[in-house]
């Protein structure tokens, strides 16, 4: 089952490579913040470039669309691919400025753990989404979607022990709103990894 | 107006059944766990469970599809319709799973109003999903759509009242986090209901 | 590039009008509600029928799809562009219920700040789809999305900003939870016009 998907529109595929490349940076310079939580300023803004560069990417991959007569791959489904990938780039990057905003003192063991996961998820999507030029093997980039929805599932039992830690031993309120949402955004970044793999997903199921 | 739609593809058919059943069967589970708290972990994890078989049937419903060349309903909309009862599953599983990590005491009355108006709207979603298979009735079909809104604007006046109330009484800031983000929860899984007649109504729409 | 999108389904374009025109004015009647803040039952009330309006134009759609064979724009985005609209007149009128719900006292300047962002997003989007009518100039719609998401952005700074000085001087845990959670609500009324202007995009990448 031997397909090129982007005979003549490998400008499409080089645009959803660059993007998951962003992605990736921005969860590894996120990891990096936590796990060296100095000059915090300049490193969430440095998280924000990256999601510049991503938004950019994203707004080419929309002109191209719009200047091109026969795509690749239907078109919804060239905007749900490099609108997933901006949207993982966004919640990292809000993650990121809570931090700041909240004046965190020091990265919890739990927020290290569930930036490390994001780590690997970011990994795999941009691992599948180089696997989309040609969908010879379409059960590798699925084995890679049921992977990412793994990691999902990791994510969210992590977050249910943060909160619940956090219920626990937290007293004060308002810290425990701002630790609340920190996690709850870096658990909507893997989140929206998963949103990615299903449009992967619907790609290869609709072209394989 | 006759029209089969599962000629063969019943299978799909069969999926959409089983999986609108489970969601029903979660829906009741957490009525009866806020009826009668007590069991409170195996209660939870029997929901978890349901939560699984609805998990093993939507992989189910993709890798059918992954095989499936001509299928009785456009792709997208299969994923739409198995995508948005797992969401009601999910949604139900979460506020579950709340109620044992925040080591609630006590279902509310509001809670228990609201877990019986989710039994009704998810016994909707199951009838409309039965009806599917012959779409000899569509006005029947949309009927149970415009049911289900009804039943999430109503859920959407519970939650209201609900969220009203705890900010009148509630006093203790931590306590009011909890029971906000429980109720919610209970009617993001009306929501998501909501999100699922809108599916179908769209198969209606596509096919009638 | 001269087209006319609604040669013989100009209903479709007229219920579009008339859901934004609804969603410019329940932005109108929450702007003047924050900035003269007396008769709130009334006012949070008028917004509420301009809500239920909106309701109504929206199942008019739905039908009118319903009894449509051949419609001037795939059904989905006939759909999506209907949905999106609604979207964000609910969540206006979230945040105008939540001023009366939570007994607030007096709008912050930063609540009228986003109300004023709000009130040119809308006209941003009422604009863009009045123009649906004809793409002759489909460079001109494009232009008003990306406003509108620039407009969003901006949105997203004022969020942040408002959020973070409330963290700052907000000391009573219960009062920050009610603030943080009418300016997200304010802030999503944008964001969904956000999704708008991406229906629109849509639109008009598949039939410029």
């Given at each position: 089952m031997a397909l090129k998907l982007f005979p003549k529109g490998?400008?499409?595929?080089?645009?959803?490579?660059?993007s998951a490349g962003q992605v990736m940076a921005a969860a590894n310079a996120?990891?990096?913040?936590?796990n060296n939580f100095v000059d915090v300023p300049a490193k969430v803004a440095r998280i924000k470039d990256i999601e510049h560069a991503c938004d950019k990417i994203t707004h080419e991959c929309f002109e191209r669309l719009n200047k091109t007569f026969i795509t690749p791959l239907d078109r919804e489904d060239i905007h749900a691919l490099?609108?997933?990938?901006?949207?993982?780039?966004?919640a990292i990057d809000a993650t990121a400025i809570r931090l700041q905003l909240y004046r965190v003192d020091k990265p919890t063991p739990m927020l290290k753990d569930m930036a490390a996961l994001l780590v690997r998820c970011t990994k795999?999507?941009?691992?599948?989404?180089?696997?989309?030029?040609?969908i010879k093997n379409p059960?590798?980039?699925?084995?890679?979607?049921?992977q990412i929805n793994k990691l999902e599932n990791e994510g969210d039992q992590l977050l249910r022990k943060?909160?619940?830690d956090l219920f626990d031993t937290e007293k004060d309120a308002i810290s425990l709103i701002k630790w609340?949402?920190?996690?709850?955004?870096?658990?909507?970044?893997?989140?929206?990894?998963?949103?990615?793999?299903?449009?992967?997903?619907?790609?290869?199921?609709?072209?394989?």
């Open positions: 490998r400008e499409f595929y080089e645009l959803f490579t660059r996120l990891d990096e913040l936590v490099i609108t997933s990938l901006d949207d993982v780039c966004d795999t999507v941009h691992d599948a989404v180089v696997r989309l030029d040609e059960e590798q980039i699925l084995a890679e979607c049921v943060a909160v619940g609340k949402e920190i996690y709850e955004l870096l658990e909507q970044a893997t989140d929206r990894c998963e949103d990615m793999a299903n449009a992967i997903e619907t790609v290869v199921l609709k072209n394989a």
